[in-house]
């Protein structure tokens, strides 16, 4: 896509409102909404916003910023179409006044760690999974955690109520230029996946925010709330984000494809597992950011508690499909649709690259049920825990240098300012769980 393409389309479709859109550390879309008279401005990077307002941002005296877009991200909007005038968005990166790009930008991280793998040779391609409930409205007009079905596992109408909002959450994603792979019913009563083709690393993480964003829109106009939240119910299964990633060469070929081996997986795959599983809790306050994620890393609901891999179990934190050739990859099971994509992929490709820099051999691959395997039999197959709870994490995300490195050091400082506030703010609350214990007994 260039400027004077986008300058056509913009004519054409009668386009009048034009979003520029980024993310925080946290992983929140923000946009400024200009008229069609800016576009030109907008395109040329001359829009500029206050970076201090930001949370993670800029500090006061360094606020003025410029939004960057990318070109190959616009798109219109199809559900803002009114009366023939048209909406589009873009997504841009954030640069400082002088020009040079923001380091505080999570996108602009992640390409970054992007030309860093590149320079070894390789390329990222990821495919995402990002599970979701959808809850119905209170007479109030505020989300409820009351679902709206009581289908389950690959459900069909008239069981799935949700079928209608899922179709045209579908349709609004292909008309954005997605390509649906599959959808259906999850676990949980309420609980929905719409899965989409695989991209490289920078345009997956664009395309699972504008996914979160298109869920939550379309689920509105059918009075229901979307949420992406971790365990938003006790007792049934939460939302994960499995994240499908493989290394490519830069000639085109998978570069964890090799048909000679046992599992048809190339000695570079094995690094990169060993890596992944070396460095798996430290990056978990990235993958799993919040309070409530570690109230889904538990056992009994399918949710990935033991770093591990295998070839088939779904039990362990990592798994390989059983596609092959161009398809051969690692699905990591731990993230949430609540992290920020472009530092989770960032963090778990860094854990990757580290293990094929320093040659790493993987622990055995489990193809048992972990769930089921006792403390001691865990010990001697040194399968380790994952966090249990997002201080954990974040202790084992400090001691980590290589999430220093991932990140730099903008981006890892105010992450661990914003989570360390998180987890202080939630220590010091009074919960429902307290009132309904303590009230009465004592």
Same mark, same amino acid.
């Given at each position: 896509?260039?400027?004077?393409?986008?300058?056509?389309?913009?004519?054409?479709?009668?386009?009048?409102?034009?979003?520029?859109?980024?993310?925080?550390?946290?992983?929140?879309?923000?946009?400024?909404?200009?008229?069609?008279?800016?576009?030109?401005?907008?395109?040329?990077?001359?829009?500029?916003?206050?970076?201090?307002?930001?949370?993670?941002?800029?500090?006061?005296?360094?606020?003025?910023?410029?939004?960057?877009?990318?070109?190959?991200?616009?798109?219109?909007?199809?559900?803002?179409?009114?009366?023939?005038?048209?909406?589009?968005?873009?997504?841009?990166?954030?640069?400082?006044?002088?020009?040079?790009?923001?380091?505080?930008?999570?996108?602009?991280?992640?390409?970054?760690?992007?030309?860093?793998?590149?320079?070894?040779?390789?390329?990222?391609?990821?495919?995402?999974?990002?599970?979701?409930?959808?809850?119905?409205?209170?007479?109030?007009?505020?989300?409820?955690?009351?679902?709206?079905?009581?289908?389950?596992?690959?459900?069909?109408?008239?069981?799935?109520?949700?079928?209608?909002?899922?179709?045209?959450?579908?349709?609004?994603?292909?008309?954005?230029?997605?390509?649906?792979?599959?959808?259906?019913?999850?676990?949980?009563?309420?609980?929905?996946?719409?899965?989409?083709?695989?991209?490289?690393?920078?345009?997956?993480?664009?395309?699972?925010?504008?996914?979160?964003?298109?869920?939550?829109?379309?689920?509105?106009?059918?009075?229901?709330?979307?949420?992406?939240?971790?365990?938003?119910?006790?007792?049934?299964?939460?939302?994960?984000?499995?994240?499908?990633?493989?290394?490519?060469?830069?000639?085109?070929?998978?570069?964890?494809?090799?048909?000679?081996?046992?599992?048809?997986?190339?000695?570079?795959?094995?690094?990169?597992?060993?890596?992944?599983?070396?460095?798996?809790?430290?990056?978990?306050?990235?993958?799993?950011?919040?309070?409530?994620?570690?109230?889904?890393?538990?056992?009994?609901?399918?949710?990935?508690?033991?770093?591990?891999?295998?070839?088939?179990?779904?039990?362990?934190?990592?798994?390989?499909?059983?596609?092959?050739?161009?398809?051969?990859?690692?699905?990591?099971?731990?993230?949430?649709?609540?992290?920020?994509?472009?530092?989770?992929? #960032?963090?778990? /490709?860094? $854990?990757?690259?580290?293990?094929? *820099? =320093?040659? %790493?051999?993987?622990?055995?691959?489990? +193809?048992?049920?972990?769930?089921?395997?006792?403390?001691?039999?865990?010990?001697?197959?040194?399968?380790?825990?994952?966090? #249990?709870?997002? /201080?954990? $994490?974040?202790?084992?995300?400090? *001691? =980590?240098? %290589?999430?220093?490195?991932?990140?730099? +050091?903008?981006?890892?400082?105010?992450?661990?300012?914003?989570?360390?506030?998180?987890?202080?703010?939630?220590?010091?609350?009074?919960?429902?769980?307290?009132?309904?214990?303590?009230?009465?007994?004592?």
């Amino acid at each position: 896509m260039t400027k004077n393409q986008i300058l056509k389309i913009v004519e054409k479709e009668n386009i009048h409102f034009f979003r520029l859109q980024f993310v925080d550390v946290s992983g929140f879309m923000k946009n400024i909404a200009i008229p069609r008279s800016q576009i030109k401005k907008a395109l040329d990077g001359k829009m500029m916003f206050d970076g201090s307002s930001i949370d993670g941002f800029a500090r006061i005296q360094e606020s003025d910023m410029y939004l960057n877009p990318d070109y190959d991200t616009f798109t219109i909007l199809p559900w803002r179409n009114k009366e023939g005038v048209a909406a589009a968005r873009i997504i841009c990166d954030v640069h400082k006044s002088d020009g040079t790009p923001f380091e505080g930008c999570p996108r602009v991280n992640l390409k970054r760690v992007l030309a860093e793998a590149k320079k070894m040779g390789y390329t990222m391609n990821v495919g995402t999974e990002a599970e979701f409930f959808l809850f119905n409205m209170g007479e109030d007009g505020r989300p409820t955690t009351e679902t709206h079905d009581t289908a389950g596992y690959f459900s069909v109408d008239p069981e799935d109520y949700g079928i209608d909002c899922r179709r045209e959450i579908i349709e609004t994603l292909e008309k954005m230029g997605f390509e649906v792979e599959a959808s259906h019913h999850e676990v949980a009563e309420g609980q929905h996946e719409v899965n989409f083709k695989y991209a490289d690393a920078l345009e997956s993480a664009d395309n699972t925010i504008t996914f979160k964003w298109v869920v939550k829109t379309i689920a509105r106009k059918y009075g229901l709330h979307a949420t992406f939240m971790p365990k938003p119910v006790f007792g049934i299964n939460g939302s994960g984000m499995h994240t499908n990633q493989s290394l490519f060469n830069l000639d085109g070929d998978n570069a964890f494809f090799d048909k000679k081996d046992k599992l048809q997986l190339s000695k570079v795959a094995y690094q990169y597992i060993a890596g992944v599983v070396k460095h798996a809790r430290s990056f978990s306050a990235v993958t799993n950011p919040l309070v409530n994620s570690y109230k889904r890393l538990v056992p009994g609901y399918e949710a990935p508690v033991y770093v591990a891999w295998s070839a088939s179990n779904r039990s362990a934190l990592m798994r390989i499909p059983a596609s092959r050739g161009i398809g051969t990859r690692v699905e990591v099971r731990c993230p949430d649709p609540t992290c920020n994509p472009y530092l989770a992929f #960032a963090m778990m /490709l860094n $854990a990757g690259l580290d293990g094929i *820099k =320093n040659k %790493l051999t993987p622990p055995p691959s489990t +193809d048992v049920n972990i769930y089921k395997m006792t403390a001691g039999q865990m010990k001697k197959a040194k399968i380790k825990n994952m966090p #249990a709870s997002l /201080l954990e $994490a974040i202790a084992e995300f400090k *001691k =980590n240098p %290589l999430s220093k490195a991932t990140l730099g +050091d903008h981006i890892y400082a105010k992450y661990i300012i914003a989570k360390e506030a998180e987890w202080d703010n939630f220590r010091i609350s009074v919960t429902d769980w307290e009132l309904d214990n303590y009230l009465t007994a004592y």
